[in-house]
């Protein structure tokens, strides 16, 4: 069975692309993980600019929403990323087999670096290094992730490989990307040819995961189609509006989108589309929105959560780190060096 991780942003509220692309996959990967390991990545989240005590808020929100989503203690570790400062420690360690330039040209830091108006932070650069120190650390072997993580997986793919072959030893191990067949990339409703995102998308276009029925009905049923005459509700690179709505609308409903397509054979336009993918959101997201009120009330019980699941991430961070330190030198000399 593959050693699963996965970290998420405790940034704004969680949306319909956040809980497509990677939270459903993070559930799922409860079954197949050992272990399955999600973080709530607050280091990340300094980044750019944030409010402290939102931030401590927005943990909770985010812990009681993964809850609510059906994550559960007892069958994977949830936990908070600062309690485990064996991801900051690597970073810098990793630092060491990471170029500057290929962080430069990152898209996500050319683009967030972009928006900045006061402060490019040098963590911004750095983003991708603390991203792979969260994954190398486990040793997994799999990450659960939207498509527009493609590229800092691929870096960190390259850092891991290089370690190993700058120190002689297989001490890190490689992982895989896992992204969803489908919903892998759900577009913004106002600006299909944007991902449907936390930070840079627009408001109505976004769907949050907690967001009321009336809503997302309401923001489902503007989404941006195209003027298609007659329409033609297909899956086409030209569809970009039309083809999220499909993929939204299977993966709702847990089918194919080639069953979603048939099943409105008898459509009379997009309207009819746009119905059935609201109604499909509404129900799949209605059990999350039920729980996470209770869950959401009791922090100290997220806090014991969140305590519990940091105390097995440290334990399984720290014959990593040791191995990683006495092949990079440090400390007394290694009785029997590992790989
Ligand atoms: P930001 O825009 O600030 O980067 P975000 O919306 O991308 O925020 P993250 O916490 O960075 O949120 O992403 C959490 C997970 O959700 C990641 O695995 C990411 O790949 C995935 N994800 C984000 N947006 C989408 C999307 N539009 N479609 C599918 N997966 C997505
Ligand atoms: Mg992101």
Same mark, same amino acid.
């Given at each position: 069975?593959?050693?699963?991780? =996965? ?13 497509? &692309? ?10 197949? &993980? ?16 944030? !409010?402290?005590? #939102? ?10 929403? %993964? ?43 050319? !683009? ?23 994954? %190398? ?63 840079? &998308? ?9 967001? !009321? ?29 039309? =083809?999220?709505?499909? /993929? ?9 989108? #080639?069953?979603?397509?048939?099943? %409105? ?24 929105? #039920? ?16 305590? /519990? ?31």
């Amino acid at each position: 069975m593959p050693a699963i991780f =996965s970290g998420i942003q405790p940034t704004g509220t969680k949306h319909l692309g956040n809980y497509i &692309g990677a939270i459903r996959q993070y559930v799922e990967g409860q079954d197949r &993980g050992d272990p399955a390991i999600y973080c709530i990545v607050d280091s990340h989240a300094i980044t750019v600019a944030y !409010d402290p005590a #939102e931030l401590r808020r927005s943990v909770h929100d985010l812990a009681a929403l %993964l809850l609510a989503c059906g994550l559960e203690p007892d069958r994977c570790i949830l936990f908070r990323q600062s309690d485990v400062p064996a991801h900051t420690e690597l970073t810098w360690l990793l630092s060491s087999v990471t170029a500057v330039g290929e962080l430069n040209r990152m898209h996500q830091f050319r !683009d967030k670096s972009a928006a900045q108006r006061e402060l490019v932070s040098a963590g911004l650069l750095f983003y991708p290094v603390l991203m792979a120190a969260d994954v %190398l650390v486990y040793r997994a072997h799999e990450v659960p992730v939207g498509e527009d993580q493609r590229e800092h997986l691929e870096l960190m793919r390259d850092v891991a490989r290089r370690f190993n072959s700058r120190f002689g030893a297989e001490v890190l191990v490689v992982p895989g990307q896992r992204t969803p067949e489908v919903g892998a990339r759900i577009m913004d409703l106002q600006a299909p040819d944007r991902k449907m995102s936390t930070t840079g &998308g627009t408001a109505e276009g976004t769907v949050l995961v907690l967001d !009321d029925p009336a809503v997302i009905e309401k923001k489902i049923k503007r989404a941006v189609t195209d003027t298609d005459d007659p329409p033609r509700i297909e899956r086409s690179p030209g569809k970009p509006g039309v =083809s999220n709505l499909i /993929e939204i609308l299977a993966v709702a409903r847990g089918t194919t989108p #080639e069953e979603a397509v048939a099943s %409105l054979a008898g459509a009379r336009g997009y309207g009819d589309l746009k119905a059935a993918t609201a109604a499909a959101v509404i129900e799949m997201l209605a059990p999350v929105r #039920e729980r996470y009120t209770a869950l959401r009330a009791d922090e100290a019980g997220l806090e014991r959560v969140m305590a /519990e699941g940091a105390e097995k991430a440290r334990a399984l961070a720290a014959p990593t780190l040791a191995d990683v330190r006495a092949v990079m030198g440090f400390g007394p000399a290694h009785p029997a060096p590992p790989g």
